[in-house]
């Protein structure tokens, strides 16, 4: 069974960091895209960024161009989504998935909230 868990939500002020970590069980990792997606009260869901499976290419939302990178590890099985220069906007439960596009994804993780406030 494949599992997807998510960590290093937090709460951090405004132009701080967070690092988050997707790790991934019961496949190795380059079977998959993998895709961040957020969603905050009250608003849809949306991508965040997406790294794919075979040429490890990446692709950003124009909200977090310049800000956020996206990585993978495959010895560790965990793809990372390093946020800089955070904003108040980017408060959200973020979640990773094994698809770049949502209703595409097979399997998701539970989220982790990320909170940008003062």
């Known amino acids: 069974q494949v599992q997807l868990v998510e960590s290093g939500g937090g709460l951090v002020q405004p132009g701080g960091s967070l690092r988050l970590s997707c790790a991934v069980s019961?496949?190795?990792?380059?079977?998959?895209?993998i895709g961040w997606f957020r969603q905050a009260p009250g608003k849809e869901r949306e991508g965040v960024s997406c790294?794919?499976?075979?040429?490890?290419?990446?692709s950003y939302a124009d909200s977090v161009k310049g800000r956020f990178t996206i990585s993978r590890d495959n010895a560790k099985n965990t793809v990372y989504l390093q946020m800089n220069s955070l904003k108040p906007e980017d408060t959200a439960v973020y979640y990773c998935?094994?698809?770049?596009?949502?209703?595409?994804?097979?399997?998701w993780g539970q989220g982790t909230q990320v909170t940008v406030s003062s």
């Open positions: 998935a094994t698809s770049c596009v949502a209703p595409r994804a097979g399997y």
């Open positions: 790294i794919s499976s075979s040429t490890g290419r990446t």
């Open positions: 019961g496949r190795t990792l380059d079977y998959y895209a």
